[in-house]
Nanobody, 124 residues
């Protein structure tokens, strides 16, 4: 059974940091492009970052460039999203998902399996 599991969300003050983890069962993350998305109530799901499986290149939405970093841990079959200098507007449920694309991308329709999400709340 294909499954993705996110962890690491929580409550943090503005300017703080969190590191999200995405792990899988039923398939090897290392052979898929993995994306991180976020969603707030009443809005569509937004692509945040993605890391390609072919060459490890990454992509970010402009709002998080310079603050978030995506990385892959091949030995532990995991993908991480390190989030620094968090802002209240980063508050959302964060999801990881897999894509068969060679290159990273932030389009929802290109991902065929999704995790259940982890809540990130940035507030003072």
């Amino acid at each position: 059974q294909v499954q993705l599991v996110e962890s690491g969300g929580g409550l943090v003050q503005p300017g703080g940091s969190l590191k999200l983890s995405c792990t899988s069962s039923g398939f090897n993350l290392n052979y898929y492009t993995i994306g991180w998305f976020r969603q707030v109530p009443g809005k569509s799901r937004e692509g945040v970052s993605s890391i390609g499986w072919k060459d490890g290149t990454s992509d970010y939405v402009d709002a998080v460039k310079g603050r978030f970093a995506i990385s892959r841990d091949s030995a532990n079959n995991a993908v991480y999203l390190e989030m620094n200098n968090l802002k209240p507007e980063d508050t959302a449920v964060y999801y990881c998902a897999r894509s068969r694309s060679f290159a990273p991308h932030l389009l929802n329709r290109g991902y065929d399996a999704w995790g259940q999400g982890t809540q990130v709340t940035v507030t003072s």
